[in-house]
């Protein structure tokens, strides 16, 4: 017997979906009891594979398909859904095909423009194409820009998922912020000028432009795969454990997780490959939503890595930081250990072939029905600020603990070792309001100019502790930091 719930979907799709693309009041969620075998005959029917939680599974279904679902005598439930309350936005600041968020065209604009408005702290450079032979672009900030100096390398991406608007949004104002606040603000500047800031805030162009345009679920690239399916989850993708097993990736073309058909096969993936190639990397944050927590390796096995007292001391630092601005909690644990398995992703590899410390951070909302994928354009900004202490963090982590032509940690080996016990030690965080990378005095007004986003002023974005010129990280925590503790 079929469950029926009120479904809710509010106007806000309105807000967030332009009206040529799909029409999503006729776009329903439904979720079934896990079962490979209904699972399949869905996929097969064309029905849109969403998420897995609490062993269920979740399906996109237009009004169309319901028939289907009958006539299979398929159990389901229509999910209910409590979106943001709507609330009428101002016109858009930017005004372009997609309000607040970037369109792939909007962008490419505004990093051009970034860089002839700081020529002297910004590059901007084509590191490759996509598959349909859209640029993919990457961000270089740092004094002496045009120069390769022996200095700290940290490297922050941004949309391997076409649905995640929101992973474009956050490192693209970190590259604003730094360049707009450079000449203003002595600790920025100290950070931009002892270390080489790289953002790729768009890796999956033709995904963004397709989740745009065509249909706002949209998650892998535009590969075709030759039997009338679309995408690889570039997120799957990287070369280390690369098809490890089909619990952390599938190699079935339909799935949302497909891997390809061979480590790096797209070229989206081959330009981190080959950038970080031609650097050297200390740190590396991937951004994606939803789920607000951190995660780091591994995440193909919940085995530990023998760093594992190292990432957990800097995604609790990070925790902390981003918890200080606006009091939302991001858990933080090893990925295979907490959350699920993945193999192919981008820090397993970052981490397993470079040995660099590697983060996914994963935006609000935590809760898989408050929003999903759909951040409201006014909470863009928001989202960055609570995420920008931890971004300078992660810089000032890799400047202190970064030695000439040398990681920062030593490199691993195939296999993890023995799995660590972790001790979680909450540590009083002893004013989170002020933030300073390796000295005490503070810049108590932090401008963040802006020409396409809100101004606003984010003094209250420094913590005091000073970070310690070894590898530790410092030792920022709140009283109420949440590990991630179980499968969810």
Known sequence: MIKKFIFLITVLFLVLIPLKAQDYWNTHIISIDKNKNIEKKLLENNFDFLMEWDNKVYFLVGLENFPKLHKENILY????????????????????VNGDYHSYGELERELLALQDSYPD??????????????NIYA???????????????????????????ISVEVPFLLGKYLAENYSINSQIKDLVDQSEIWIVPLLNPDGLHYSIHFYRYWRKNRRYNGDGTYG???????????????????PNTIYNDYR???????????VIRDLF????????????????IIIYPWGYTDQATNQDALLDQIASDMSGLIQAVNGNVYEYGQAGEALYVTNGDTTDWAFGVYGIPSFTIEFPPVDKFHGQFFNAEEEIQSIFNENLPAMLYLIDW???????????????????????IKKNNLLVLQDSMNWQPGQNKQDKQISAKSQNHKTERLNPLEVQNKIKNSTKSSKFSTP?????TKKI
């Open 77 to 96: 439930t229509l999910e209910t859904y409590n979106f943001y309350p709507y609330r009428q936005r101002e016109a858009s600041i930017q005004g372009g």
């Open 121 to 134: 702290l910004v590059r901007v450079s084509v590191i490759g194409e996509s598959l349909e032979r859209r």
């Open 139 to 165: 961000v270089k900030i740092s004094d002496n820009v045009n120069l390769d100096e022996d200095e700290a390398e940290v490297i922050f991406i941004g949309c391997h998922h076409a649905r995640e608007w």
């Open 232 to 250: 690889v989850d570039l997120n799957r993708n990287y070369g280390y454990l690369w098809g490890y097993d089909d619990e952390g990736s599938s």
């Open 260 to 270: 390809g058909t061979s480590a790096f096969s797209e070229p989206e993936t081959q």
């Open 277 to 292: 190639a031609q650097r050297n990397f200390k740190a590396l944050i991937s951004y994606h939503s939803h789920s607000q």
């Open 398 to 420: 890799s400047i202190q603990n970064s030695t000439t032509n040398n990681n920062s940690i030593k490199r691993i080996t195939r296999q993890p070792k023995e799995k660590v």
């Open 480 to 484: 109420t930091k949440k590990r991630l």
